[in-house]
């Protein structure tokens, strides 16, 4: 009996019509020399400026141009699949352990949190602590319509800097 055999492209990925990409934001406004301070219980926008020496978006030709705007993740479709990575360093500036609640927030006027994640800041005030987490996210209509937004709350007094954000479409219909 013959078969008729799929042929994968070359990149191994089987993708719809929207096609796959990535991008790579790094943040050109908060660096080591000028970190910024949230103080404990604060839930802060993360935001990823786009304008740091090492952003690469020389792989997004297939992607939306606005698919991140220095705070926001704007899907094009309702079912796009989506591999994220978050970087950033933080540093206690207070004594004594903490950690941070890291949220991407799909809601508008309401959070509706797609993503909850903590943060373990263990090694004492003024230390780095390096962060780069990475997770898979899917798009449908509440997400389509008011993009999500990364916020962090920290349980004690911080520091953040270095934040960079990777985004790759590995589906879209």
Same mark, same amino acid.
């Given at each position: 009996?013959?078969?008729?055999?799929?042929?994968?492209?070359?990149?191994?990925?089987?993708?719809?019509?929207?096609?796959?990409?990535?991008?790579?934001?790094?943040?050109?406004?908060?660096?080591? =020399? *000028?970190?910024?301070? &949230?103080?404990?219980?604060? %839930?802060? !926008?993360?935001?990823?400026? #786009?304008? /740091?020496?090492?952003?690469?978006?020389?792989?997004?030709?297939?992607?939306?141009?606005?698919?991140?705007?220095?705070?926001?993740?704007?899907?094009?479709?309702?079912?796009?699949?989506?591999?994220?990575?978050?970087?950033?360093?933080?540093?206690?500036?207070?004594?004594?352990?903490?950690?941070?609640?890291?949220?991407?927030?799909? =809601? *508008?006027?309401?959070? &509706?949190?797609?993503?909850? %994640?903590? !943060?373990?800041?263990?090694? #004492?005030? /003024?230390?780095?602590?390096?962060?780069?987490?990475?997770?898979?996210?899917?798009?449908?209509?509440?997400?389509?319509?008011?993009?999500?937004?990364?916020?962090?709350?920290?349980?004690?007094?911080?520091?953040?800097?270095?934040?960079?954000?990777?985004?790759?479409?590995?589906?879209?219909?």
């Amino acid at each position: 009996m013959a078969r008729d055999l799929y042929q994968l492209p070359s990149n191994g990925l089987i993708t719809g019509a929207g096609g796959t990409g990535w991008i790579y934001q790094a943040d050109s406004l908060h660096t080591t =020399g *000028s970190r910024q301070t &949230i103080s404990a219980g604060t %839930r802060t !926008l993360l935001t990823v400026d #786009g304008l /740091g020496a090492t952003t690469e978006e020389g792989f997004s030709n297939t992607l939306p141009v606005d698919l991140w705007d220095t705070n926001t993740i704007n899907p094009a479709a309702i079912g796009e699949v989506y591999s994220l990575r978050l970087g950033m360093s933080v540093a206690p500036t207070v004594v004594g352990d903490g950690y941070i609640e890291l949220q991407l927030d799909i =809601g *508008s006027g309401s959070q &509706i949190n797609i993503l909850n %994640r903590r !943060l373990s800041l263990q090694k #004492g005030n /003024g230390v780095e602590h390096a962060f780069s987490d990475g997770f898979p996210i899917f798009c449908l209509a509440t997400f389509n319509t008011n993009g999500g937004k990364f916020y962090i709350t920290p349980s004690i007094n911080v520091e953040v800097w270095n934040k960079s954000l990777f985004l790759q479409r590995t589906y879209s219909p």
